[in-house]
């Protein structure tokens, strides 16, 4: 029986899948005959895909390279992003206004330019070095990837540094954790920041108790030593310091005076900027945040 083998990426963002596979931005079909492109091209006209969506047929090396490239692109946004937040904070600058001066830049855009603590997940790590290592097979020292993949994997601690210093040593500290899953709105906590943040604290001798509304099962079985707690609130209480790794929406609408009230000290690392620094200075935190000085109440 003969057969073709073809690629056809998916571009399936977790927690969007659904709505991702029925709205694509692009379909990328890459077949190495005319009679195995024309049957993928029916399959997707039997799903009603929309209209205006951009159908790119080529050959199977092109169609592979533009996943990879694809998510090779994203990663770098991430990352330089991160590295000018981390100017930003011994500079003066303010991340926030650098990005949105960027981001209004009809040649840049505003997608996949928050700070943060990095990128993790199931996509982007395994893609990019998946990436690298072809392109050393093929000869080629892709330089540039190489170094994406370092400033994502010194963020955390370069983060966890600040909070080292802030706390005079982590030894004994009581450190609260908010969010585990590598992005909200799932479990998933494959590359996720969260496990290096936890390691770090772990291994520098710091008490943890964490929260995460869907993520605590999973990262349970790596870290049982943390305490799982049932709400933020717990976290947070009799905690030195409270660290924000996931973006998840229930953390934006807590009662941050209840928070406050329930904290040894009043010190906030926030690894997704979630909060706003004037609001958190009136309540009387200290609050540190990805590319720009400390927030600290002078009240």
Not at 50 to 65: G, K, N, Q, R
Not at 172 to 180: A, F, H, N, P, W
Not at 184 to 212: C, M, Q
Not at 262 to 278: A, H, Q, T
Request: aromatic fraction near 8%; charge should be negative.
């Amino acid at each position: 029986m003969a057969f073709d083998v073809v690629s056809n990426p998916e571009f399936l963002r977790e927690g969007s899948a659904i709505q991702d596979a029925l709205s694509p931005d692009r379909i990328v079909i890459g077949a190495p005959s005319h009679d195995s492109t024309m049957r993928l091209v029916e399959l997707y006209h039997t799903f009603e895909c929309p209209i205006e969506c951009p159908m790119i047929i080529t050959d199977v090396h092109s169609a592979e390279m533009i996943k990879y490239a694809s998510n090779a692109f994203l990663a770098m946004r991430v990352s330089f992003v991160n590295a000018i937040a981390n100017i930003c904070e011994t500079s003066g600058a303010d991340i926030s206004d650098v990005v949105r001066g960027m981001g209004y830049d009809s040649r840049i855009g505003m997608k996949y330019m928050e700070p943060g603590l990095g990128f993790g997940g199931s996509c982007l790590p395994k893609d990019i070095e998946s990436l690298l290592h072809t392109s050393r097979a093929l000869g080629y020292d892709f330089r540039l990837l190489a170094e994406v993949i370092e400033v994502n994997k010194r963020q955390v601690e370069h983060f966890m540094r600040r909070l080292t210093e802030a706390l005079d040593g982590l030894q004994g500290k009581v450190v609260g954790v908010l969010g585990l899953a590598f992005k909200p709105d799932t479990d998933d906590i494959r590359e996720g920041k969260s496990l290096e943040v936890l390691r770090y604290l772990l291994n520098s001798g710091a008490r943890v108790k964490a929260y995460d509304p869907a993520a605590m099962e999973n990262v349970g079985r790596l870290f049982p030593q943390v305490e799982y707690c049932q709400s933020s609130y717990e976290a947070a209480e009799g905690a030195d310091a409270l660290v924000i790794v996931t973006e998840w929406g229930e953390f934006r609408q807590l009662n941050l005076q209840k928070v406050k009230d329930g904290m040894r000290r009043p010190l906030i690392f926030d690894g997704r900027n979630i909060y706003d620094p004037k609001l958190m200075a009136k309540l009387g935190f200290e609050y540190h945040l990805i590319g720009r000085g400390a927030v600290i109440s002078k009240g």
